[in-house]
């Protein structure tokens, strides 16, 4: 699915990084953009090739190819011999640090300013990289480290496979009756976050599920209604066994 990057608006003074072994690199919104993108495809399953950035980025391969360029120069990405791009642990280290970024700047807009949850992302989009190291550290004492995101996504990056682990399943390949939990949707859509939002499968909300039907929807119970959801939103949306919500962390 494609990463929608929001315009940047305002100027962001570009900040200075040294890569190990070489002379000081000067970071731009835009690298810092490819190196978080290729961090999450990576979390997400994806195997990161040129064309994976541009679906992802919204962007034409040739600029992909130019920035890839200018990445490897710096040392923050290397391809392997497949052909598969890699973070160096340079780059990894940038990517994590504008991830925290992210995930305290849509904290900061919802839990202190009030913003719907469904519209904190592409906000953190744009003001991520504008963010001092002091400021951050002060959302940081403010707020507390480690705690997901409003859409129930964890600051570090989260493989599938870790998701797994903790007994989270898309909601599409539930197939038991039962009692269940939001536990995180896919943040980078706002046509879907409003759509979530309309039918109540909020992160945190409790549900029952109740029965596929013929024409691959599937029925849930919330509260006293209930609602019709498809595959395509389904498989968007992480769910956990309610009985687990007090054992398992996010």
């Excluded at 906000?123 to 129930?152: I, M």
């Excluded at 609602?227 to 996010?250: D, M, Q």
Aim: glycine residues 8%; positive net charge; aromatic residues 6%.
């Amino acid at each position: 699915m494609p990463h929608l990057k929001p315009q940047h608006t305002a100027a962001v003074r570009p900040q200075t990084v040294h890569s190990a072994g070489r002379k000081a690199v000067k970071m731009t919104v835009s690298k810092e953009d490819y190196l978080k993108a290729i961090a999450e495809a990576e979390s997400e399953g994806d195997v990161v090739i040129a064309a994976t950035l541009a679906r992802w980025l919204s962007i034409s391969p040739p600029a992909v190819t130019a920035g890839l360029r200018r990445l490897k120069r710096d040392g923050l990405v290397r391809k392997d011999k497949g052909g598969r791009l890699l973070l160096t642990s340079e780059g990894r280290a940038i990517a994590e640090r504008i991830r925290i970024r992210h995930n305290l700047i849509e904290r900061m807009l919802h839990e202190v300013f009030g913003m719907e949850w469904y519209k904190v992302h592409d906000e953190a989009e744009r003001l991520e990289h504008a963010v001092s190291q002091d400021f951050e550290e002060r959302l940081t004492a403010v707020l507390g480290e480690d705690r997901p995101c409003p859409h129930g996504n964890h600051v570090v990056m989260d493989t599938i496979g870790d998701r797994r682990e903790r007994g989270w399943r898309r909601l599409n390949e539930i197939v038991n009756a039962g009692k269940y939990e939001v536990a995180a949707v896919d943040e980078r859509d706002r046509r879907f976050l409003e759509f979530v939002d309309s039918v109540g499968l909020r992160p945190g909300q409790t549900f029952e599920w109740k029965s596929k039907n013929y024409d691959d929807t599937m029925t849930l119970g919330l509260d006293s209604r209930e609602c019709r959801i498809g595959v395509t939103a389904a498989e968007r949306i992480w769910v956990r066994s309610a009985a687990g919500k007090r054992r398992g962390a996010r």
